[in-house]
C-alpha cells in the first residue's frame, strides 16, 4: 500500500446508533457494491463466554457489520476457530451472542482446511478453507489486553484462522514472544483483511484476555484499511509506542504497513485511555529491560543481574484453587503438556509461559502472577 494510502476512523460514543456508524464506516473503506462477493466476517471468539464480560467481539457489532454485507449484496459467512481443542465453534458463537447477531450467516469453518507453511518460520499452518475462498475479509477483533502478547488487536485475531490443534502445535514450536510473532505475521500473510473494525465499546485491561482482564468502558469503535494501522491506534490508546509490542513490531519490519501515524489518514480523535493497565507480564520485561540498561552502565557481575532479573519463568501461571473445578481443560490444552492434575493443576518446568491455560479456563482458575514488586527495583 502507498503511503498516505493507510486510512483510520475512529467514532466516539459508538454504543449510540451503532449500524449507522459501522455503515459511515463502510461508506468510507468498503465498496459501495460487493455484487455477490463472497465475505468473510472474522470476530474474535475467545470462548464461551457472555457478551458483557468483554471476552469477544461484541454481537451488537458483529451485527451491524453483517448488516452492512447484505445491504451491499455480499454473500457473508461469519466464522472464527476458538481458543482451545475440545471447543464448538457453534457452541462459543451460541454462548456469545455472535451466533444469532450473525442473522443465519455462521457457519463453523474450521470443517475444511488447508496445510500451508509459514514463509519465516516454516511452521506447517493449517488455515480454514474460508479464508482463501473469500473475494473480501473484515477482520473484527476486540480491543483488549493479553498476557502472552501484551495486546490483542487486529493482527492477533487472525489466529484464529487456524483451525484445531495446530493453535496448541504453534505454540509449542514458537515459545518465545517473539517466535510466535513471526508466526502471527505468517498467518496474516496468508490473507490480509481488506477492512479491520476493531470494538472497543467494552475493552480489558491488566491481564486478558479473558477473566485476568478487567471491563473498561471505552464506547468506541474504530476502523483502518490496514491491520498494521489497527493496532498502532490500538497501542497509541494505551500510550505506548506500537514498537513495545512484539506482533506490530515483527508486522512492521516485514512491511505490512506502518507504525507511523503521520503517514496515516486519520478520521477523528486518538485519545490515550487515562491510566491503561497492561498486563503483569509487560511489567516484568519492562523491569527486566531497565535492569539490564543499568547493569550494562554499571557492568554488573552476571551473577548480581541473575538475582535481579524477573525472568519468564518467574511469571508462571498461579491457581486460585477456590475457582479449581478440577475439570481438566487447562491440561487438555497445555501445548506443552506441562500442566498435570493432582488432584488440582500442577505446572512443571516444561511450561512456556504461553498462558493458555489462563485463558482458556472457563472459571478464571488460573492466574497471571502479580509482579508488581519488580517495579521496587
Do not use: W
Amino acid at each position: 500500500m502507498k503511503k498516505n494510502c493507510f486510512k483510520a476512523i475512529i467514532i466516539e460514543d459508538a454504543r449510540h446508533d451503532l449500524e449507522a456508524k459501522v455503515n459511515g464506516i463502510f461508506d468510507k473503506l468498503a465498496p459501495k457494491s460487493f455484487n455477490g462477493m463472497r465475505v468473510l466476517v472474522k470476530p474474535n471468539m475467545l470462548g464461551p463466554a457472555a457478551p458483557e464480560l468483554g471476552h469477544s467481539t461484541h454481537p451488537e457489532v458483529v451485527r451491524a457489520i453483517v448488516r452492512a454485507c447484505l445491504s451491499r449484496g455480499a454473500k457473508v459467512t461469519v466464522g472464527d476457530n476458538p481458543g482451545g481443542i475440545n471447543r464448538s465453534s457453534t457452541g462459543v458463537a451460541q454462548v456469545t451472542g455472535i451466533l444469532e447477531a450473525s442473522e443465519g450467516c455462521f457457519a463453523p469453518i474450521g470443517d475444511k482446511v488447508v496445510e500451508m507453511r509459514g514463509s519465516k518460520s516454516g511452521h506447517t499452518l493449517m488455515i480454514s478453507r474460508v479464508v482463501l475462498d473469500a473475494d473480501y475479509v473484515i477482520n473484527a477483533p476486540i480491543f483488549k489486553t493479553h498476557a502472552g502478547m501484551y495486546l490483542s488487536g487486529a493482527m492477533k485475531n487472525l489466529y484464529g484462522y487456524v483451525a484445531g490443534a495446530c493453535k496448541a502445535q504453534l505454540h509449542l514450536k514458537a515459545p518465545s514472544r517473539e517466535e510466535f510473532a513471526e508466526v502471527l505475521c505468517d498467518i496474516n500473510e496468508v490473507r490480509h483483511p481488506d477492512l479491520n473494525i476493531m470494538d472497543a465499546l467494552t475493552v480489558l485491561e491488566g491481564n486478558g484476555p479473558s477473566h485476568g482482564g478487567v471491563k473498561r468502558e471505552v464506547g468506541k469503535v474504530f476502523a483502518s484499511n490496514n491491520t498494521l494501522v489497527a493496532d498502532t491506534v490500538m497501542a497509541a490508546m494505551v500510550g505506548v509506542e506500537p514498537m513495545r509490542f512484539p506482533v506490530t513490531k515483527r508486522g512492521q519490519e516485514r512491511g505490512f504497513g506502518t507504525t507511523d501515524l503521520s503517514q496515516v489518514e486519520v478520521e477523528g480523535n486518538i485519545v490515550v485511555i487515562p491510566d491503561f493497565k497492561l498486563p503483569n507480564t509487560f511489567i516484568a520485561e519492562a523491569t527486566e529491560e531497565m535492569l539490564t540498561r543499568a547493569a550494562q552502565a554499571n557492568k554488573m557481575r552476571d551473577d548480581r543481574l541473575a538475582e535481579l532479573l524477573p525472568g519468564r519463568l518467574s511469571v508462571k501461571p498461579l491457581l486460585a484453587i477456590d475457582k479449581c473445578l478440577q475439570c481438566g481443560d487447562c491440561e487438555v490444552n497445555c501445548p506443552a503438556q506441562a500442566l498435570t492434575l493432582d488432584p488440582y493443576p500442577v505446572i512443571n518446568d516444561k511450561c512456556i509461559q504461553c498462558f493458555c491455560c489462563v485463558e482458556l479456563c472457563l472459571e478464571g482458575a488460573l492466574e497471571v502472577p502479580d509482579v508488581a514488586a519488580f517495579r521496587a527495583y
